[in-house]
């Protein structure tokens, strides 16, 4: 990925209703190479999600350039190269739907039906996902199951980007020292690119090959 002075603002209106240019992301640069780990810190409101969000090209940038340097036709696809684990997994899993067939849809979209079975598992062992989970609904899981069940849909079209928000909030330190070793382990097998906001520098130092800080809407160090 390679990005070079990228802006994005919105407009909004003021207390006495006129409109004016709210800037999100302010000159943002940086580049971060294939199957490395970045992460992204910084208080709340400084930028990393509407980031987050715009690397994953669910907002369009204002300007500047975005480049992804992707292999293989993603056009003829029905996913995108670049995913996004969202904060509240709670969320994003279909309550009411068991987690066998949520995962073989996601296969099948990427794959077909070849190597079902084997896929699905390689997949639900890497997130330690244990089978007798496979069939409880999204709504039957805890939090932590909730969020290896949601990366695990992710990792069932294999991105060439992972992009995670606030993976390590409201975690204590055992659950957190599970998961790093879990994404370590994720980007090693599957040779994914990552990256991984947090305002825990910490966590961060231990997971990523480089950090960028974020404060009002700028990188301030890298």
Request: aromatic share 6%; with cysteine.
């Given at each position: 990925?390679?990005?070079?002075n990228l802006f994005y603002s919105v407009q909004v209106k003021n207390s006495v209703g006129s409109p004016?240019?709210?800037?999100?992301?302010?000159?943002?640069?940086?580049?971060?190479?294939?199957?490395n780990v970045l992460g992204i810190a910084g208080e709340s409101g400084s930028g990393k999600t509407t980031?987050?969000?715009?690397?994953?090209?669910?907002?369009?940038?204002?300007?500047g350039m975005?480049?992804?340097?992707?292999?293989?036709?993603?056009?003829?696809?029905?996913?995108?190269?670049v995913q996004i684990l969202f904060q509240n997994t709670g969320e994003i899993l279909n309550p009411i739907r068991n987690i066998n067939d949520i995962i073989d849809?996601?296969?099948?979209?990427?794959?077909?039906?070849?190597?079902?079975?084997?896929?699905?598992?390689?997949?639900?062992?890497?997130?330690?996902?244990?089978?007798?989970?496979?069939?409880r609904k999204g709504f039957e899981l805890?939090?932590?199951?909730?969020?290896?069940?949601?990366?695990?849909?992710?990792l069932s079209v294999q991105p060439e980007v992972l992009i995670l928000d606030e993976p390590f909030s409201a975690q204590d330190p055992i659950s957190q020292l599970n998961?790093?070793?879990?994404?370590?382990?994720?980007?090693k097998e599957y040779k994914i690119t990552m990256i991984c906001v947090s305002h825990n520098l910490k966590v961060l130092r231990s997971l990523c090959n480089d950090v960028i800080v974020m404060y009002k809407c700028k990188i301030v160090e890298k």
């Amino acid at each position: 990925i390679e990005v070079n002075n990228l802006f994005y603002s919105v407009q909004v209106k003021n207390s006495v209703g006129s409109p004016f240019e709210k800037v999100i992301l302010d000159d943002i640069s940086f580049t971060l190479q294939k199957e490395n780990v970045l992460g992204i810190a910084g208080e709340s409101g400084s930028g990393k999600t509407t980031l987050a969000k715009v690397l994953a090209q669910i907002l369009q940038p204002t300007s500047g350039m975005l480049s992804l340097n992707i292999s293989g036709d993603w056009e003829s696809r029905k996913t995108k190269p670049v995913q996004i684990l969202f904060q509240n997994t709670g969320e994003i899993l279909n309550p009411i739907r068991n987690i066998n067939d949520i995962i073989d849809e996601a296969i099948k979209i990427r794959f077909g039906k070849q190597e079902l079975e084997s896929k699905k598992r390689k997949i639900l062992d890497s997130v330690n996902l244990i089978e007798k989970l496979w069939q409880r609904k999204g709504f039957e899981l805890s939090g932590g199951e909730q969020q290896r069940a949601a990366l695990a849909r992710i990792l069932s079209v294999q991105p060439e980007v992972l992009i995670l928000d606030e993976p390590f909030s409201a975690q204590d330190p055992i659950s957190q020292l599970n998961l790093l070793e879990l994404l370590r382990s994720i980007n090693k097998e599957y040779k994914i690119t990552m990256i991984c906001v947090s305002h825990n520098l910490k966590v961060l130092r231990s997971l990523c090959n480089d950090v960028i800080v974020m404060y009002k809407c700028k990188i301030v160090e890298k």
